[in-house]
Each structure stands twice: as C-alpha cells, then as structure tokens.
Nanobody, 127 residues
Framework: QVQLVESGGGLVQAGGSLTLSCAAS????????MGWFRQPPGKEREFVAH????????VYQDSVKGRFTISRDNAKNTVYLQMNSLEPEDTAVYYC????????????????????WGQGTQVTVSS
C-alpha cells in the first residue's frame, strides 16, 4: 500500500509555470505506474499525464502536450508535473494516482483504474 501527498499548487497568471510534486510513503514508488489527473470546477476528473515505473515512457493529454512534463525520481519516492505556459483552462484540482498494473495497457488514462490517490492540490490560473 502507498500513501500519496501532492504539493506545489497555487495561483499563477496565464503564461506562468508551476511544478507539482507527489510524495509517496509506505511502499516504494518504483512499484507503481503513476498518473496525474485534474478536475476542473463543475467537471469530471480527467487524465493529464502518465509515466511508467522507471520513467522512460510518458503519455500526455493532447491539450497539455508540449507544455507539461511528467517525471519521477524513484530514489526520492516522488513524481513531478512541470507545468509551463499555463492557461486559465488549466485551472483545476490536480491529483496524483498510483497503480501497480493495468489489465489493459491503455487503461492508464482512466481514473477508475487507479487504486491509490492523493488528496489533490488546487491550481488556479488567472487571465
């Protein structure tokens, strides 16, 4: 079992940058595939990015490609989401999630397939 805690959210102007961190405790983070999701106000939780256990494979939602970068440091038990060129549409609560295996490889984008979640961190982008 793993516990996840996000940090790094805040208020930023459009065009600015933020780096979110997801710190894990309990079981080592290297056992898990990791995802970042977000939930905009009044909307459902949506996929943002995914990273494989050792980090060479990353996948992004189309709207964040080229602006966001997911990375991990297994030695520090931490996953990151570097967010650049932020837009008001990026305003949301951001969550990190962990899952050991997916029965279907393409399930990484589905929030219902992740077992462990953090409490979320608010990101607000002003125009």
């Amino acid at each position: 079992q793993v516990q996840l805690v996000e940090s790094g959210g805040g208020l930023v102007q459009a065009g600015g940058s933020l780096t979110l961190s997801c710190a894990a405790s309990g079981r080592t983070l290297s056992a898990y595939r990791m995802g970042w999701f977000r939930q905009p106000p009044g909307k459902e939780r949506e996929f943002v990015a995914h990273i494989s256990r050792s980090g060479p494979v990353t996948v992004y939602q189309d709207s964040v490609k080229g602006r966001f970068t997911i990375s991990r440091d297994n030695a520090k038990n931490t996953v990151y989401l570097q967010m650049n060129s932020l837009e008001p549409e990026d305003t949301a609560v951001y969550y990190c999630a962990a899952q050991e295996e997916f029965r279907v490889k393409s399930d990484y984008y589905r929030p219902d397939k992740y077992q462990y979640w953090g409490q979320g961190t608010q990101v607000t982008v002003s125009s």
